[in-house]
């Protein structure tokens, strides 16, 4: 999979790259991530990427020219599958769209910044407008990060443990069931007993009781969608 990065700030999304899973799926080559500064693809002397609202209100627009330049630039060279705008005002992310993401081959996300982009950017060129979330960053680099360690972890072969992604909350719109490691007891903190019976069927049985109360307690809302 290979994921273009379209942002004014390249340094605030390098990091979360440069450890741990992701990093190590990017040495492996089960992904490619590349970043693009807005402010190469400006044509003037001062590399302007936005400018003052028509029809006045406060708050810059993020110019059409560079961004088409840009997109247009990397879709000279390969197809995309998806163009994804981060916005506040997108959809809100899921398991079930990170599911759908991570099979894609190539996809372009573009990070908003100020006010947003000019709206013919999104009619011209977005195919899916994306949220982290009801509440307003101060641009979409953040939640590009998120949304790219959500898809890069469930890239085939990234985790060690291929199931381990299969049981993570929110994968059967349940939350994860308890788990626990060594010591067995401390401070008189027990681990359940059942979990040393090596009995596999009733422990699985037991995880799905204590995945479906733990969202039934938490996150009701799950299990009415
Ligand atoms: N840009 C600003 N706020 C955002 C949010 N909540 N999700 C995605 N991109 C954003």
Redesign the pocket.
């Known amino acids: 999979m290979r994921i273009d990065i379209i942002t004014v700030l390249p340094e605030l999304l390098k990091s979360p790259f440069e450890a741990s899973i992701l990093k190590r799926a990017i040495e492996a080559d089960l992904v490619e991530v590349h970043f693009h500064n807005l402010r190469d693809y400006t044509t003037d002397n001062y590399k302007s990427i936005d400018d003052t609202q028509f029809g006045g209100g406060a708050g810059m627009v993020m110019m059409v020219e560079p961004i088409d330049k840009c997109i247009s630039a990397l879709k000279e060279q390969r197809e995309y599958d998806e163009v994804i705008?981060?916005?506040?005002d997108?959809e809100t992310?899921k398991q079930g769209i990170a599911n759908q993401l991570s099979m894609h081959e190539n996809i372009i996300i573009l990070?908003?910044?100020y006010k947003?982009v000019d709206q013919r950017v999104r009619d011209q060129f977005i195919t899916r407008e994306?949220?982290?979330?009801?509440?307003?960053?101060?641009?979409?680099?953040?939640?590009?990060a998120?949304?790219c360690d959500a898809i890069i972890r469930l890239i085939p072969g990234v985790l060690g443990n291929e199931t381990s992604a299969l049981t993570d909350s929110f994968q059967d719109n349940l939350l994860a069931p308890p788990i626990y490691t060594k010591p067995r007891e401390y401070k008189g903190w027990k681990v359940p007993e059942l979990l040393f019976s090596g009995n596999f069927p009733k422990i699985e049985k037991w995880r799905e009781e204590q995945a479906y109360e733990r969202t039934k307690k938490l996150r009701p809302d799950l299990l009415d969608e």
């Open positions: 705008y981060m916005t506040p997108g992310l990070c908003g910044h947003g994306i949220s982290i979330g009801d509440y307003v960053l101060s641009g979409g680099e953040l939640g590009a998120v949304l």
